[in-house]
């Protein structure tokens, strides 16, 4: 099956990105691109430098090197809130849920920059568990109802590209295929993702095209499809 | 009898509340920037000196008082922007801006000795002398009910902008997590410098305060002040606001009950010694949880 999206405009590019924490070179030259339309899957180990990959594109770690560009502007000196604002939206590691805000109050600060708020009711008819929680503090939900939180609050800023940092992680089995489920809907409609996993077959199968990322290097990249066959990864990621 | 214990329980309540304004303005920076801001008591008897000097500039009270506050709230701001902002982006250890400022409090302590004498002065307002309001067999004097009312109401003013408008959702978002606020597209930079700008307004209002309470400032009134300050926040429990407008009220009843029963000599000591009672049973403050803040 040949990706439709091939020919999409880049939304994002990411040029020799070097992030580095004292002696610590967490990336050393990544490149990578994400189009318009797709949804684009970063793959790797544990300490492979995913997370300081998408905590550069927010600007909330300083970079060495390199140069990122987002929806045609240069954005590699942008203050994160105006990244967010331009749609530049990152669900992190671990969800950042605002424990002692209630569900409401989170889901309102997604909107920070939109201060319209009548989206509020299409994130709770996406995610009616977050209506029925709202007033409770966000602190008190589960696992999973955490997470819905942090991706429809993140819904609730508006992004053109939105980037998930192993939104699995932590998750029961069967809660882990709700959120997938999710990632998929908000990529059949239209939506523009960035996916870290450690989850390489699931993320994979949804993904157009994939990355991976060893010890601060891209190793692979190409069509999602072909990686789930390519030796290296069948033999490092899933299981042989 | 009555008179007089209804006399004690005006000096507890607005000597309380300029207690509790000082230290809503000290733990709102603590909680929101995560630093001690020792120039806290610098600012504080800065706003009372500011209101001095246009005071005898001859500016209308109602002109000369809220342009000393807002002065003090720039020199809040500058002191973020010239001195904080710059530990924030080195991400220097905690110790650091103690000692930066401390050195600010030196310096506009030795400004306003070398501006106005060390020697204590008192704002040429006539308008407070010995006029009061009679509630029966009560007199209550009319600077304490002033008093009382600004202190309350500005507090009042706050708690309304931090618990019900989105600013303040934003902030408490800051407070719990600057990460995750930033991530959520909030500028957390600019909300660090008016957490400032708000805080040092605070301590201006309580500067002033203390001004017309006891018609008397002098450029050393921040220290005492500051170590008030502190106790009042651990005592209500570090970065929690409300915790610290009921430490400051604590404080000021429990002085006032010491200079009566007891005498003035023991005032501070009787507090004090208070508060080592209660931390002793209660380490994490009278009204506080344990404040947790992630990264
Ligand atoms: N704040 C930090 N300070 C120092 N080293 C860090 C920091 N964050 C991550 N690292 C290091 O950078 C490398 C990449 O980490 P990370 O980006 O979290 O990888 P991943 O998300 O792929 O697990 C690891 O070696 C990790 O120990
Ligand atoms: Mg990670």
Redesign the interface.
């Given at each position: 099956m040949p990706d439709k999206t091939l020919t999409n405009p880049e939304l994002l590019g990411i040029h020799q990105l070097v992030v580095q924490y004292g002696h610590v070179k967490a990336l050393r030259g990544v490149d990578l691109q994400v189009r318009q339309g797709e949804l684009v899957a970063l793959v790797g180990a544990n300490g492979a430098g995913k997370s300081s990959l998408l905590m550069a594109l927010?600007g909330?770690v300083p970079m060495q090197q390199g140069q990122i560009r987002f929806g045609g502007a240069d954005i590699t000196h942008w203050?994160?809130?105006r990244r967010?604002?331009g749609g530049l939206?990152?669900v992190?590691e671990g969800r950042?849920?605002?424990?002692?805000?209630s569900v409401e109050?989170n889901l309102?600060?997604?909107g920070?920059?939109q201060?319209s708020g009548t989206d509020l009711q299409e994130i709770y008819q996406r995610f009616p568990i977050l209506k029925k929680r709202s007033r409770q503090l966000a602190g008190n939900l589960s696992g999973g109802e955490q997470q819905q939180l942090a991706i429809g609050?993140a819904l609730l800023?508006k992004p053109r590209l939105l980037m998930l940092d192993e939104p699995s992680m932590g998750l029961a089995p069967r809660i882990i295929q709700e959120i997938f489920a999710i990632v998929h809907d908000l990529h059949q409609q239209g939506m523009t993702l960035l996916l870290v996993e450690q989850n390489v077959r699931q993320a994979l199968k949804l993904a157009d095209q994939a990355y991976v990322l060893e010890t601060g290097v891209i190793t692979l990249q190409g069509a999602a499809q072909e990686l789930m066959h390519h030796p290296g990864v069948l033999a490092a990621y899933l299981g042989g | 009898m009555a008179t007089m214990l209804a006399q004690q329980l005006l000096n507890a309540l607005s000597l309380g509340s300029i207690y509790a304004l000082f230290a809503l303005g000290f733990t709102l920076v603590f909680g929101i920037l995560g630093v001690i801001n020792l120039s806290h008591g610098g600012l504080f008897m800065l706003g009372a000196y500011a209101a001095l000097f246009f005071l005898e500039a001859h500016w209308p009270a109602w002109i000369a008082l809220p342009t000393a506050i807002l002065v003090t709230g720039l020199i809040g701001l500058l002191i973020d922007l010239l001195i904080l902002k710059r530990l924030r982006r080195q991400q220097a250890p905690h110790l650091m801006p103690m000692i930066a400022t401390i050195g600010t409090t030196i310096l506009m302590t030795s400004l306003a000795q070398g501006l106005f004498g060390a020697e204590s002065r008192h704002f040429p307002l006539s308008f407070f002398d010995n006029a009061s309001l009679t509630l029966g067999s009560l007199t209550l004097p009319y600077a304490q009910v002033v008093i009382i009312l600004i202190a309350f109401g500005t507090m009042i003013v706050m708690g309304w902008l931090l618990k019900k408008t989105r600013l303040g959702i934003a902030l408490q978002a800051i407070a719990e997590s600057p990460r995750a606020a930033a991530l959520l597209g909030i500028p957390v930079e600019r909300l660090f410098h008016l957490t400032s700008f708000l805080a040092a307004i605070l301590g201006g209002i309580a500067g002033i305060l203390v001004g017309l309470s006891f018609n008397a400032i002098s450029p050393f009134m921040g220290q005492p002040m500051l170590h008030k300050g502190i106790a009042a926040i651990i005592l209500g429990g570090l970065g929690d606001m409300r915790g610290a407008v009921l430490g400051g009220l604590f404080l000021g009843f429990a002085e006032v009950l010491a200079v009566t029963y007891l005498s003035s000599e023991y005032r501070d000591a009787f507090s004090f010694g208070l508060l080592f009672l209660v931390l002793l049973w209660r380490p994490q403050g009278l009204f506080g949880a344990t404040h947790v803040r992630s990264a």
């Open positions: 927010s909330l203050p994160t809130h967010v604002q939206v990152q992190a950042a849920i605002l424990k002692t805000l109050d309102r600060l997604g920070y920059h201060p609050r800023a | -």
